[in-house]
């Protein structure tokens, strides 16, 4: 399967959310700002244009090191499969935005008085997510986990 890989560098713009699911798989998400930058001639500086935000997910061992680690407005780099989806509904608190661009009322199928709401998300399940060296310092520590021993004694003997 085709898969799209990308690798974004911005802000957490959310502080990580972490469950796990009912089969006992870790899940974290939060939501990354990626702000354009472009060097404008007439002032000779730096401006900002436009932000993407981008729902990151991890999963397992990821998840719970991404809880432990990340912070809101923290720079970060992620790097995993993007997925773009059209929801319907109640766009969560987080999503909501009042730019004009943003409004969905003069769309086809849209009532605009409240009802069903469409939007698209860009979705990236990230399998490695990192500080942004290039504008601070981190510390790094390892987690070791307890791996079963494949040769375990189990008390029989053999044959």
């Keep these: 399967m085709n898969e799209t890989w990308l690798t974004v560098v911005g802000n957490a713009a959310t502080r990580p959310d972490y469950w796990e699911t009912a089969a006992g798989v870790a899940v974290a998400r939060f939501r990354l700002a990626v702000t354009a930058r472009r060097w404008e001639r007439a002032r000779e500086a730096w401006t900002d244009a436009y932000t993407s935000f981008y729902t990151v997910w991890a999963w397992r061992g990821l998840a719970a090191n991404v809880a432990a680690s ?22 969560p608190p987080d999503q909501r935005s009042d730019r004009p661009s943003d409004r969905l009322s003069d769309r086809p199928g849209d009532d605009g008085g409240g009802g069903s709401r469409r939007w698209i998300t860009a979705d990236v399940d990230a399998v490695a997510v990192g500080h942004d060296l290039a504008r601070g310092t981190s510390a790094f520590r390892r987690i070791s986990r307890a791996k079963p021993l494949l040769n375990a004694p189990t008390g029989a003997t053999p044959p």
């Design 70 to 91: 990340v912070s809101l407005g923290e720079p970060l780099v992620v790097h995993g499969t993007l997925r773009v989806r059209e929801r319907t509904g109640e766009r």
